[in-house]
């Protein structure tokens, strides 16, 4: 009986464990929708009328699409993106429901942006023959952040972070103030660290 009552035990968990993933998903669903419905070029333009409003808004919801990716992984397989970079959409939703989440660096202080878009660049060639290219990520993240003046922030476990991309600034709402992308990577994962990761991106027609 004792081995029996251990595995239901086990099953309870391990169903308790998916119905709170699932509703954590929902959640972060919900909100990342809402703060997209909210901040971007889909409200209502005050100087219109509310018939021309209700149009407008109607034309961009329908054209407003989202795209959401669950991925499990497994030790360092884990960190897709362990060098320093912004990502080319307008603002993206990542967390990390188990394991380590991401790193996020404070861009007023630390961040080498020159450096930075000469290494955006530089990748965006795609130029076999450049020795910044050979650099590994370790030492490309000491040329673009200064870790002694940066304000790293590591996310915790569970925690949804909304990360400003380079397009922000294009599909933000005019009451939104305008501002830099997030500069983030991904964490450091050891050997057979379990993560699963969620990330969410809006999508325009």
Excluded at 16 to 21: E, M
Excluded at 86 to 99: K, L, M
Excluded at 142 to 153: E, R, T
């Amino acid at each position: 009986f004792n081995s029996i009552d251990a595995d239901a035990s086990t099953n309870n968990h391990s169903v308790g464990a998916v119905d709170d993933l699932a509703s954590s998903l929902s959640e972060a669903l919900t909100a990342y929708r809402e703060f997209c419905l909210q901040h971007l070029l889909i409200s209502p333009d005050k100087n219109c009328c509310d018939d021309e409003n209700d149009k407008i808004v109607e034309n961009r919801r329908s054209k407003l699409k989202f795209k959401c990716r669950l991925v499990a992984s497994r030790g360092p397989s884990g960190a897709k993106c362990p060098q320093y970079h912004i990502d080319h959409v307008p603002v993206r939703w990542i967390q990390t429901f188990v394991g380590p989440g991401v790193e996020l660096i404070d861009g007023k202080n630390g961040v080498r942006w020159e450096a930075f878009r000469d290494s955006e660049r530089e990748q965006d060639e795609d130029n076999p023959d450049s020795d910044a290219i050979s650099w590994t990520p370790q030492e490309r993240n000491k040329m673009l952040v200064d870790s002694k003046q940066a304000n790293a922030y590591h996310a915790l476990q569970g925690e949804g972070i909304l990360m400003l991309g380079e397009q922000w600034n294009e599909y933000a709402t005019r009451q939104s103030p305008f501002l830099t992308p997030t500069v983030h990577k991904s964490p450091e994962v050891s050997n057979l660290q379990p993560r699963v990761l969620l990330t969410q991106d809006v999508v325009f027609d």
